[in-house]
């Protein structure tokens, strides 16, 4: 996978919700609820109920860090967060406090990831919606200030266990039995000639680890899983790999969308047909048009944790047409993408337990609403979450590409109880991990 392209690393989070989560069925239970919360206050250092750093009774200030270099790589982020805060500020704010968002750059660099991340330290209430490769950097700083909050879609590990960090779609290595189930009653007579494409990234190989793992454990045989470099662009020989040697299903699901669009661009180059399985980080407006149009795309399968965001769903889920509507209001003409995504459910984390953090709310207060959230899903946006437990359910969607456009089937209706989600067998962890 390329850095360049939004790396690989974005994958650990954008297929089916990575943590471990074994449970049978999810609950469809209210946006997010502070009552009875699973996570701990313990870790809170008593200063941090001391520390208003960023906040007046009018205002609140969030950092957000993301890599914005290179052509605005994660500009999607600040754009996600700042939709969300001018659509909370247009009724008022947070308890009569308006959000402010101040964002930085931190220039594709992990000296710059922590450098932005210990301005925010001394400046901002909260980090939130930070989107970039380079977390890690940043999750050190973190570490060192447990009482500092983080509201964000973390791509570290490391960074992702501190108690202070909090995501709407927690990561863990792991994958959804679930999709994997659907494609093999779908394609019965591929099971024994799987194959994909993987990032050469650690993350990127815990992750394939964890789906390869329940690929095996359902009855697929993966033939082919080479890696390819992040520089690499051109995908014809691991299509003519794939040919050659009989792969018949190929899960695409690992890789960002300008990656997919040029293998599946070769693959209508090379006359090769197998069933594709697409995935989070592939769901793009420009992923059609990337390929060379819907003749390319046409019939391939989407499985991931989320609803149709991009418009499709929007008759369906309120929060669809909440979601668009805002974004343009924050950046005008901007194409959202999985990255705004997640800069907007962040964002909303954020608000929501910042609105129980109490009338005077401190640095301590919020990361104790935090530790309570043990059910978050967005308004139905996406599969419901526990962020306090740091953990996913097991519920997922599955959509196809129909006339050139991302259509739901085999879903259940957008209705309660699961809101137009799957939510069958189980989130599956490698065992060891």
Known sequence: MGRVAAGSLVLAVALTG????????????????TAGGSGSTSSIPQSAYSNYTGITKTSVTVGNVATLALGGLFKGAPTGVQAYADYVNSTGGINGRKIVVNGADDGFSGQGN??????ALNSTFALVGNFSLDDNYGGQVLAQNPGMPDVSQVLDNATNKLPNV???VPLNDGWQEGPIQYFKNKFPNDLNAAGSIVAASPSAAATWAGEKYVLNKVGFKVIYDATYPEL???????????????????????MPENYASSVLKSMQQQNYHPAVIL?????????????GGPSAVNGDYLEQNSTLYLGQDASDVPAVSTFLHWVQV???????????FYGWLSAELFAQALKNAGNSPSRGSLLAALSKVTSFNGDHIVLTTNPAAKTVGNCYIIAKVVNGNFTRVDDPPVAPPNYGFRCDYSYVTKPGT
């Open 18 to 33: 990575a943590a471990c989560s074994s449970t049978s069925s999810s609950s469809s239970s209210t946006a997010a609820t």
């Open 279 to 291: 995935g989070a980080a592939t769901y793009s407006n420009n992923l059609i048009a990337g390929a």
């Open 232 to 254: 690499q662009t051109n995908f014809t020989p691991n299509v003519i790999a794939m040919k050659n040697a009989g792969v018949k299903i190929v899960f695409l699901d690992q």
């Open 166 to 168: 909090f995501s709407p």
């Open 114 to 119: 922590k450098q932005a991340t210990e301005n």
């Open 330 to 340: 924050a950046s005008p003409g901007f194409k959202p993408d999985l990255f705004t």
